[in-house]
């Protein structure tokens, strides 16, 4: 019924005119014997193979996907590969549709569809892991999904799993991808709520927003804030408070604090502070279309040796549409003691989670590249540390890599470790017509960085890599 359906599909769609034309010319020239591009290595006529088959099963996929995965790829389409894998479970099918890949850098595209109801949307959480199949472990240091497109009509979402960093993956290993829940609606919640102002000093890091990859962002102590709940300091006193049937105290709203919530917006808090237990209470409203949540409201307390630590509010009493969550044994004397309040979590407008098993393997043709030997001194991060030795660049259509000796940042001593921010010695790329690139800085540890291509390169064609002020020769 799927590849019906499929198919079905396909017969509406029209590729992009001026990309087929491109993919036959370079066919035709294939089979005439021609010599195909030196930036297709040893893959020459088998990617140009690919790249046609990328625009039929994309096009198969839906217009929207199919644009989407047209725009993500861009110039980087002849090294993508198609990958055909599929599974089904509690009504959503999970297929593969192509990969990218060379030692640092991988990207897989997947769908997602709803075959029985609405659960997806363009707002959709996946909750993944992914490994090597044969080792189950994954290589990479750094990694992440991103949601590209959403076709309502068919209930399909579409996603990316990025991840650069560590090498260790060759051509021919095959990862294993094992997506453990979906959350159509998802919205991310984080309000942060300031103590008297003598106990600001303590905050050395202070969450501000979450990033792009779904992380927390943070502000440095003393930064501006910008979160809905500042300006409405915790006191010792004690709130106005009322009794539940069972006994429970609970914190009334704030009426500065209801005016300052919008109510088409986020979770919020209603009121904080210390209710007539003696406890201190934190009243939060759930977004007026939330369908299910989990949130966690926690204080940062100070300890002895002057560490916060967290500490979660676990007594939760639904009170009018409100959540009241309480820190027992907590009141106005340890106020001082008291630096933040934290309510974080998730909640989504759709629908609940969707867990499952869909499980996917997914074979790998890395993108060959080669490797430039050299002997780069770069500063350590201490002029009196002396340098840490640069002993190899990685080159390959993708990407650009820098990798050090990792002797070198051990002092004769052997007691200290030499470190420096690699990400700060941005390199450029010369070619042989003289085109100069930099590329865009992706990720790194203490002896590697990584840096990513905007447009795919022949690394044949490149002169020359500069980095901090050195010239590093190719031809």
Same mark, same amino acid.
């Given at each position: 019924?799927?590849?019906?359906?499929?198919?079905?599909?396909?017969?509406?769609?029209?590729?992009? %005119?001026?990309?087929?034309?491109?993919?036959?010319?370079?066919?035709?020239?294939?089979?005439?014997?021609?010599?195909?591009?030196?930036?297709?290595?040893?893959? =020459?006529?088998?990617?140009?193979?690919?790249?046609?088959?990328?625009?039929?099963?994309?096009?198969?996929?839906?217009?929207?996907?199919?644009?989407?995965?047209?725009?993500?790829?861009?110039?980087?389409?002849?090294?993508?590969?198609?990958?055909?894998?599929?599974?089904?479970?509690?009504?959503?099918?999970? !297929?593969?549709?192509?990969?990218?890949?060379?030692?640092?850098?991988?990207?897989?595209?997947?769908?997602?569809?709803?075959?029985?109801?609405?659960?997806?949307?363009?707002?959709?959480?996946?909750?993944?892991?992914?490994?090597? &199949?044969?080792?189950?472990?994954?290589?990479?240091?750094?990694?992440?999904?991103?949601?590209?497109?959403?076709?309502?009509?068919?209930?399909?979402?579409?996603?990316?799993?990025?991840?650069? =960093?560590?090498?260790?993956?060759?051509?021919?290993?095959?990862?294993?991808?094992?997506?453990?829940?979906?959350?159509?609606?998802?919205? %991310?919640?984080?309000?942060?709520? &300031?103590? +008297?102002?003598?106990?600001?000093?303590?905050?050395?890091?202070? +969450?501000?927003?979450? =990033?792009?990859?779904?992380?927390?962002?943070?502000?440095?102590?003393?930064?501006?804030?910008?979160?809905?709940?500042?300006?409405?300091?915790?006191?010792?006193?004690?709130?106005?408070?009322?009794?539940? #049937?069972?006994? &429970?105290?609970?914190?009334?709203?704030?009426? #500065?604090?209801?005016?300052?919530?919008?109510?088409?917006?986020?979770?919020?808090?209603?009121?904080?502070?210390? &209710?007539?237990?003696?406890?201190?209470?934190?009243?939060?409203?759930?977004?007026?279309?939330?369908?299910?949540?989990?949130?966690?409201?926690?204080?940062?307390?100070?300890?002895?040796?002057?560490?916060?630590?967290?500490?979660?509010?676990?007594?939760?009493?639904?009170?009018?549409?409100?959540?009241?969550?309480?820190?027992?044994?907590?009141?106005?004397?340890?106020?001082?003691?008291?630096?933040?309040?934290?309510?974080?979590?998730?909640?989504?407008?759709?629908?609940?989670?969707?867990?499952?098993?869909?499980?996917?393997?997914?074979?790998?043709?890395?993108?060959?590249?080669?490797?430039? +030997?050299?002997?780069? #001194?770069?500063?350590?991060?201490?002029?009196?540390?002396?340098?840490?030795?640069?002993?190899?660049?990685?080159?390959?259509?993708?990407?650009?890599?820098?990798?050090?000796?990792?002797?070198?940042?051990?002092?004769?001593?052997?007691?200290?470790?030499?470190?420096?921010?690699?990400? !700060?010695?941005?390199?450029?790329?010369?070619?042989?017509?003289?085109?100069?690139?930099?590329?865009?800085?992706?990720?790194?540890?203490?002896?590697?960085?990584?840096?990513?291509?905007?447009?795919?390169?022949?690394? #044949?064609?490149? !002169?020359?890599?500069?980095?901090?002020?050195?010239?590093?020769?190719?031809?």
């Amino acid at each position: 019924m799927f590849q019906d359906d499929y198919r079905r599909r396909m017969d509406a769609v029209t590729p992009d %005119p001026a990309l087929l034309a491109h993919t036959k010319r370079r066919m035709e020239a294939v089979g005439s014997g021609a010599r195909p591009p030196r930036r297709l290595t040893r893959r =020459g006529a088998a990617a140009l193979v690919v790249c046609a088959a990328l625009v039929v099963s994309a096009a198969a996929a839906g217009p929207t996907i199919w644009q989407a995965i047209r725009s993500d790829l861009g110039g980087r389409a002849p090294y993508a590969v198609e990958v055909e894998g599929a599974c089904e479970d509690q009504g959503i099918r999970i !297929e593969t549709q192509a990969a990218l890949a060379d030692s640092r850098l991988v990207r897989i595209y997947f769908t997602a569809r709803d075959l029985e109801g609405n659960r997806l949307d363009e707002n959709t959480e996946v909750t993944y892991s992914l490994s090597l &199949a044969d080792r189950g472990t994954w290589p990479y240091r750094n990694y992440r999904v991103t949601q590209l497109s959403y076709d309502p009509e068919t209930g399909s979402a579409l996603f990316v799993i990025t991840a650069t =960093g560590r090498e260790g993956v060759s051509d021919g290993d095959t990862f294993c991808l094992n997506i453990e829940k979906l959350l159509g609606g998802h919205r %991310p919640v984080l309000h942060w709520s &300031a103590a +008297p102002s003598s106990n600001t000093d303590t905050i050395t890091r202070i +969450p501000v927003g979450i =990033g792009e990859d779904g992380t927390l962002d943070w502000a440095a102590s003393g930064e501006a804030l910008t979160t809905p709940a500042e300006g409405f300091p915790i006191t010792g006193e004690l709130l106005p408070s009322t009794w539940t #049937e069972d006994g &429970a105290a609970v914190l009334l709203p704030q009426p #500065e604090r209801e005016q300052a919530i919008d109510s088409g917006g986020d979770y919020s808090i209603a009121a904080a502070g210390f &209710a007539a237990d003696g406890n201190l209470h934190v009243r939060v409203r759930p977004a007026p279309d939330a369908v299910w949540e989990d949130v966690e409201v926690s204080a940062m307390i100070l300890k002895d040796d002057g560490a916060a630590v967290g500490r979660p509010l676990e007594k939760v009493t639904p009170v009018d549409g409100d959540l009241d969550y309480c820190l027992e044994g907590f009141g106005p004397a340890e106020l001082p003691l008291l630096t933040e309040i934290t309510v974080m979590g998730d909640y989504s407008t759709l629908t609940d989670p969707v867990e499952g098993d869909w499980t996917l393997e997914i074979p790998l043709q890395a993108v060959e590249g080669k490797t430039i +030997p050299l002997s780069l #001194e770069l500063p350590a991060a201490q002029a009196s540390d002396g340098f840490i030795t640069a002993e190899r660049l990685e080159l390959s259509p993708l990407s650009l890599t820098l990798v050090c000796d990792q002797d070198s940042m051990y002092p004769e001593d052997g007691k200290t470790l030499r470190s420096t921010a690699l990400e !700060e010695f941005t390199p450029s790329v010369t070619l042989t017509d003289g085109t100069v690139l930099s590329p865009s800085y992706a990720d790194s540890d203490s002896w590697w960085a990584c840096w990513i291509f905007d447009r795919p390169i022949d690394p #044949e064609n490149v !002169e020359s890599v500069s980095i901090n002020g050195e010239t590093v020769p190719l031809s």
